[in-house]
């Protein structure tokens, strides 16, 4: 940290230094048995005995030594002991212990000293604000990788939805939106699954799914959706950008540390509680919804313990229009009339393969209404038993329900425009446009209504035991042993659909982003409608993590260190998915046929099948099974995936001078063999067992070159690996008769090797501190999607199958999608980074300013052509921009998160690619300090209801908007 920050922590507390110093001397006693080292390793040894918080200027404590320290001591006489020869003394702000330079004749000081003497004393206090801010830097500039790091306490949000909405401060991050809040995490423009998540050093999986089908729907994935817990759960979160020894394997584009809160850093046997009440309103849903936290810690001597709880629920709508995809089909002789072009005729009716026009499937006016309910619970329980010895025992739970309502308006009856068009419907007129459909106009077309009702559940928790021995001197050991669990389950999915015949309707996607319909008939009017079909659908799948780490550092000297340790991971991912399905316009025995009005803000309300009334019908009749058995399982989606990865890894970590040129560097190398088992069948799993071993070497170095106080360059290499995600190793084929999707799973799957490369460098002064980075990543066996398009007869698949669906048959046409090991793939970029506080008058205002530039290569396989593309999820441009203003009695910031266009996967039927348009997102938030405990905090999130474009092809495949968040609450602090 700078040394701005050691004078103006100093003189904010000269009123009251003495008092609390006092008062700290009175505290817990420890035993010290510190050697003559560099200060920065004497103050980490302090700061892990003691519990406390020690924040210093890296440009302080560079090259100035330790004097030893033994015996029984308070914390305070220890470091007064140890700093005895250095230019250092120690303050207090409250439990956080500050080392400033005795001269206290800076400009800053005596401006306080002033406003001190004429009793302002907000100055004082503001500075201090600001001050805080930068305590994530001195981290940063004194780690011994690439890294960011973020304080929860300091961080500018008040009001996040989620954690996944805190991150985007970080540069190089970016996230996936669902519901109305972050979801997913990417760093870098790699996909989510290939970041490494680690909750208090373990780590963590957890996977919930989408309400909306073209987002993945229920996913099973190695990534961690951020969803499921608040921000204000954990204490610190740390982003390692360039890889080390001591990290696991896997972690290409980054690894997120995210620590929770500890009690030990409270020292004066004091009761610590923080209690947060806030309401959202969302101007799309108009519903309001509760958000309810409490904190509270204690410290005993040497035992500590904290609880926290936070609840919230969020009311959300996502509005707008969706289509299934485009595909390229034919249209009957009989299905065009006269009346249409006579090229456009020709070109619908006879063009065959690649020529045939892309028509849009679905065409649906739609609504996705979710009441989420999130509930986050940490346990920790510090035990000192000794000044060698200190446990931590960590209990996370999180639980997160969707209650999903979805409407949905689709071309898609029995005469319906959803693929190659037959059957009774006429097109009247058309618009062809670069080879899509993009104005249609029809008679005697059927419309299907979609009213779902969905409960989704995902139980979290994380049991862990961290224990921290000093074996001797010399040695340090830490032993972490924990388990994560994650349980995904959907207790209701029920869907009903009703069909209004024999219609003329029009749709006209010309120069639009979603289309505009019309329709000659009252949509609303419940005559128009007949009962057409009802689905029924359950999932459920599990992951499971068992991890062992044992870690142990040894100092050579004050100055070189070796690290090495052993680690143990073992991996369960099991789940299924099952499917029943009525057309009841086939049947003699019917449900009752009862209907009501969509209840979501759509740009057309329409009759829907009414749930109560049907199901109840279906049920008292049993003529639809509603709780599904093995027997409903979908093909291919039952199996189970286990991995067990055992791993070791030297590390020498040293400083010193080269070339007169202060530096610290690390160098080190992790061995792992990793034994993967996969395990299903097209409905059971059977005994037939897939297995693969593999094994490899990561060297990996950093270097850290002090040029100057202001200016540091940093140099990183490494190898790396990357698995597969878990639906790509599924051991069967997955068949979609509903989406015409074929998925194969390829269990022989080898990781992705990848070589990195990255330099950094950092300025840091008073109030500026910036950083450019850039890296290069090459992938070689970079895992990719082939994807061909084949009539179903042809796959040599059972028919069986379609018996899912009545409107498939032999002759219909699917995409078979395979993941493979392709050629070599690369990325690169460059990360800009800017923090700035402003000067005198406008000394409250604060600047956050960061941008990634990205690109890179891998390729698609399409029908046996191969298409050069970006890597899925890279955005080439990312920015976050933070302008923050904080005084003693008020603050606010204004942010905006842009992120750029990105393909997600391979397309449907004969798209190429599918992805999302380019996005910017505005929120405001600011609180207002009522007095030292207690403040009114406000939040506006998404202030121009951005909309989400999801494409396929060239065309809109979902356009949605969320509506606007306005958040109020009370924070408060019990000391």
């Not at 005995?49 to 030893?68: K, M, Q, Y």
């Not at 099991?574 to 019917?590: F, I, L, P």
């Not at 009005?597 to 099974?625: C, E, N, W």
Request: hydrophobic share 35%; proline share 3%.
């Amino acid at each position: 940290m700078i040394r701005f920050f050691s004078y103006v922590c100093g003189s904010l507390l000269f009123l009251s230094d003495l008092s609390y110093a006092a008062a700290a001397s009175k505290g817990s006693l420890y035993h010290f048995s510190i050697n003559k080292q560099p200060l920065s390793e004497a103050l980490s040894k302090v700061s892990t005995l003691t519990g406390r918080t020690i924040f210093s200027s890296s440009e302080d404590t560079h090259r100035v030594e330790a004097l030893p320290v033994n015996g029984e001591l308070d914390v305070l006489t220890a470091l007064e002991l140890m700093l005895k020869s250095s230019n250092l003394i120690v303050t207090f702000q409250h439990e956080i212990i500050i080392l400033k330079p005795k001269i206290i004749k800076s400009k800053i000081e005596k401006k306080i000293v002033q406003s001190q003497a004429n009793n302002d004393i907000e100055e004082v206090i503001t500075t201090a604000q600001k001050l805080n801010a930068l305590s994530s830097d001195a981290v940063k500039r004194d780690a011994f990788n690439i890294s960011e790091h973020i304080y929860l306490s300091q961080t500018r949000k008040l009001i996040d939805t989620n954690l996944a909405d805190t991150l985007t401060i970080l540069p190089g991050v970016t996230i996936s939106r669902d519901s109305g809040e972050g979801r997913r995490v990417s760093v870098r423009g790699l996909e989510p699954h290939l970041t490494q998540t680690r909750i208090n050093g373990l780590d963590a999986l957890f996977a919930t799914d989408s309400g909306v089908d073209q987002r993945g729907g229920a996913d099973r994935s190695r990534g961690f959706d951020y969803s499921i817990f608040p921000a204000d759960l954990f204490n610190q979160i740390e982003l390692h950008k360039s890889y080390t020894a001591k990290m696991g394997e896997g972690s290409i584009s980054g690894t997120l540390d995210l620590t929770t809160l500890r009690p030990m850093v409270y020292d004066d046997k004091r009761w610590h509680g923080k209690f947060n009440l806030e309401a959202q309103y969302n101007n799309l849903s108009q519903g309001y919804s509760p958000s309810i936290s409490a904190h509270i810690a204690k410290r005993w001597n040497n035992i500590a313990a904290l609880f926290s709880i936070n609840y919230s629920q969020l009311e959300t709508v996502e509005q707008g229009h969706h289509t299934w995809h485009w595909s390229r089909a034919n249209f009957g002789m009989d299905n065009v009339a006269d009346t249409v072009d006579i090229n456009i005729a020709e070109q619908l009716i006879n063009a065959k393969g690649s020529n045939r026009t892309y028509v849009p499937v679905g065409n649906s006016i739609s609504a996705w209404g979710n009441i989420r309910n999130r509930l986050a619970i940490n346990n920790t329980l510090q035990w000192q038993a000794n000044d060698d010895f200190l446990i931590d025992f960590d209990l996370l739970l999180g639980t997160l329900k969707n209650d999903r309502t979805h409407y949905q308006l689709a071309t898609a009856g029995d005469n319906s425009l959803i693929g190659n068009v037959v059957g009774k419907q006429l097109l009247t007129n058309a618009v062809i446009e670069n080879n899509y459909l993009v104005f249609a106009q029809f008679k005697h077309l059927d419309l299907r209504s979609e009213h779902q009702k969905q409960q989704t559940q995902t139980n979290y928790y994380q049991a862990s035991m961290r224990a921290n021995i000093k074996v001797t001197d010399s040695l340090n050991s830490q032993l972490l042993i924990g388990r994560s669990d994650a349980d995904f389950s959907v207790p209701l999915n029920h869907k009903i659909f009703l069909q209004a015949s024999d219609h003329n309707v029009s749709l006209d996607w010309r120069n639009r982003q979603y289309a505009k319909y019309n329709y000659d008939f009252d949509l609303t009017s419940p005559e128009e409608w007949q009962l057409m079909r009802t689905d029924v659908r359950d999932d459920a799948f599990n992951n499971t993590f068992d991890s062992i780490k044992n870690n142990f550092t040894y100092a050579l000297s004050s100055t070189q260190y070796l690290d090495f340790g052993v680690h143990y991971k073992r991996y369960l991912s099991a789940g299924w998915e099952r499917r029943s399905r009525v057309d009841w316009q086939t049947k003699t025995v019917q449900p009752l046929n009862a209907s009501t009005l969509t209840q979501l803000p759509l740009s057309q309300a329409y009759s829907v099948g009414q749930h109560d009334i049907t199901f109840a019908d279906i049920m008292r009749k049993k003529l639809q099974p509603l709780t599904l058995t093995q027997a409903h399982n979908r093909p291919g989606t039952v199996y189970q995936i286990t991995e067990k990865t055992w791993a070791s890894y030297l590390q020498y970590r040293t400083q010193g001078e080269m070339f007169k040129v202060p530096f610290n560097s690390s160098v080190g190398v992790r061995w792992f063999k990793t034994a993967q088992a996969s395990q299903g069948g097209l409905n059971i799993i059977n005994n037939g067992i897939n297995k693969q071993t593999y094994e490899g070497w990561l060297p990996t170095s950093n270097l850290n070159l002090e040029l100057d106080e202001h200016w540091q360059l940093r140099l990183a290499a490494s190898k790396n690996i990357a698995r597969a995600d878990l639906n790509q190793l599924r051991p069967y084929t997955d068949i979609n008769v509903a989406d015409l999707i074929i998925k194969q799973g390829n269990p022989r799957l080898k990781p992705f090797r990848v070589k990195a490369v990255d330099l950094s460098l950092e300025y840091y002064s008073n109030s500026t501190t910036w950083s450019a980075a850039s890296f290069y990543k090459s992938l070689k066996g970079y895992i990719v999607e082939q994807s061909n398009n084949a009539i179903y007869a042809d796959t040599k698949l059972p028919l069986t199958y379609l018996e899912q669906d009545s409107r498939r048959s032999p002759q219909s046409e699917f995409t078979i999608v395979k993941p493979i090991n392709s050629n070599d793939a690369y990325i690169y970029g460059l990360e800009l980074a800017l923090k700035h506080q402003f000067s005198s008058p406008f000394e409250s205002v604060r600047m956050n300013f960061n941008i990634s530039l990205g690109n890179g290569k891998a390729h698609l396989l399409k029908n046996h052509k191969r298409t050069n593309t970006i890597p899925p999820g890279l955005s080439k441009r990312v920015f976050n921009a933070v302008l923050q203003y904080n005084d003693t009695n008020f603050g606010a910031a204004l942010s905006s998160t842009y992120r750029s266009k990105y393909i997600t996967s391979i397309g449907e039927t004969q798209n190429t690619r599918e992805g999302f348009d380019a996005s910017i997102f505005y929120d405001l938030d600011g609180y207002i300090q009522l007095n030292d405990r207690s403040k009114i905090v406000f939040g506006i999130k998404n202030i121009g209801n951005e909309a989400l474009r999801q494409f396929q092809g060239e065309r809109t495949l979902v356009h949605t908007q969320s509506g606007t968040q306005f958040s109020l609450g009370v924070h408060y602090a019990l000391n």
